[in-house]
């Protein structure tokens, strides 16, 4: 037997639409967090910079580790009870935040913070993906991933907010409330019948290379976020703050327009344009004279990149068995946790030679993501087992 959706017709779509509240809702708790943590590990707390950093390791190496397994469970027993048990996880660890048990305390809640953050997405990725028509999936993937997005952005913005205006408790009550309205969402919602799950591998063989070309694009990400504003100073241009924003622009403008592309086009020569486009606007802003020549890199790159994610994913999808996918998309989705974490060492360490060498790697591993994409196209999909 195999997961399959209880609805159909044209309720797939309203179901879909819960999914995506239900992930907004949850990241902007998630969000809300981040700008509160430094000042809190280093004011209150007595930590250093590298508890800081810890703090955020901790969680993205429990998702890392999370979802595959969390992946196996929404296969096995269905999305929606282990999507709730996501949120109430999350709630749990919104609350833990505002017990006063020091450091080891605020870093055992950043551990199930990531486990929580493995469990929601991924649990959600399996139902969107068992929901979607198969010619939209890559389209219904990509607005999945933006309410994501779209949570980690607005988290940041309103628990800076709130701490500056209520203090500290004001944020903790966020990310222990908004998990439980995401139950509440999640709770209305039909889910898909309980199926047969393949075994919980961290790295499905239909992951690999799709992965590899994820993880490689991050590389960029890392490079804009981390290195733009002081690659733009550096150049004596400035401005670096509206680049992020401009990226931002393009990332979600081009996602809802042309959201459709890897359907109808397939994932390769999706993946070769925009791995090629991440890698031009990087280097135009590597080698930017002017505001508006970097300008354009990022908007060039932001449309490159946010199509890169649900044509990798659809590439997964459609090489993987129907009663692997969970475990594929999760550890799928891993490699996205991986890039970042290698980029932020490899990055840090570039930059000691110049910031602008930052940008020209991050467009060389772009158009190697290009390169493995297109290879991955080409890779037979395994044979189907026997059960």
Do not use: K, N
């Not at 949120?87 to 048990?101: H, Q, R, S, T």
């Not at 890392?222 to 241009?237: E, K, N, P, Q, S």
């Amino acid at each position: 037997m195999t997961a399959a959706p209880t609805t159909t017709g044209p309720r797939w779509g309203v179901v879909v639409g819960g999914l995506l509240v239900t992930l907004l809702i949850v990241f902007v708790a998630f969000g809300a967090v981040v700008p509160v943590l430094p000042p809190l590990v280093l004011d209150r707390l007595a930590g250093s910079q590298f508890t800081v950093g810890l703090t955020f390791a901790l969680s993205g190496i429990a998702a890392l580790l999370g979802r595959p397994y969390a992946g196996r469970l929404a296969q096995r027993y269905g999305s929606r009870p282990v999507m709730a048990a996501g949120c109430v996880l999350a709630a749990l660890v919104g609350a833990a935040y505002a017990v006063p048990a020091g450091l080891p305390g605020l870093l055992a809640a950043r551990v199930l913070m990531g486990l929580a953050e493995a469990v929601v997405f991924t649990a959600g990725s399996v139902w969107v993906v068992a929901l979607a028509p198969t010619h939209r999936r890559a389209e219904i993937v990509g607005y999945y991933g933006l309410a994501m997005w779209g949570g980690w952005t607005l988290g940041p913005v309103v628990g800076h907010l709130l701490r500056t205006g209520a203090g500290y408790p004001a944020v903790w009550t966020l990310a222990a409330l908004a998990p439980l309205a995401a139950v509440a969402v999640v709770a209305t919602l039909p889910g898909t019948a309980p199926g047969e799950a393949g075994p919980a591998r961290l790295l499905p063989r239909p992951v690999v290379l799709p992965g590899t070309a994820l993880a490689l694009s991050a590389f960029g990400y890392a490079a804009l976020t981390g290195f733009v504003a002081l690659h733009l100073a550096d150049r004596g241009i400035g401005h670096g703050a509206v680049l992020l924003s401009l990226f931002g622009a393009a990332y979600v403008v081009v996602r809802l327009v042309f959201g459709r592309l890897p359907d109808r086009l397939g994932p390769r020569p999706v993946v070769v344009f925009c791995g090629l486009a991440e890698a031009a606007g990087l280097l135009l802003i590597a080698l930017a004279p002017t505001f508006w020549v970097a300008a354009l890199g990022a908007l060039v790159m932001g449309g490159g990149f946010t199509l890169l994610y649900p044509a990798l994913a659809l590439l997964v999808i459609r090489r993987s068995p129907e009663r692997d996918r969970g475990v594929a998309l999760g550890a799928y989705t891993s490699f996205w946790d991986l890039g970042l974490g290698a980029a932020g060492l490899v990055t840090g360490a570039v930059a000691m030679i110049g910031y602008g060498w930052v940008f020209l790697l991050a467009a060389g591993l772009a158009a190697a993501t290009a390169a493995v994409g297109a290879f991955a196209t080409t890779m037979r999909a395994p044979a189907p087992q026997r059960v």
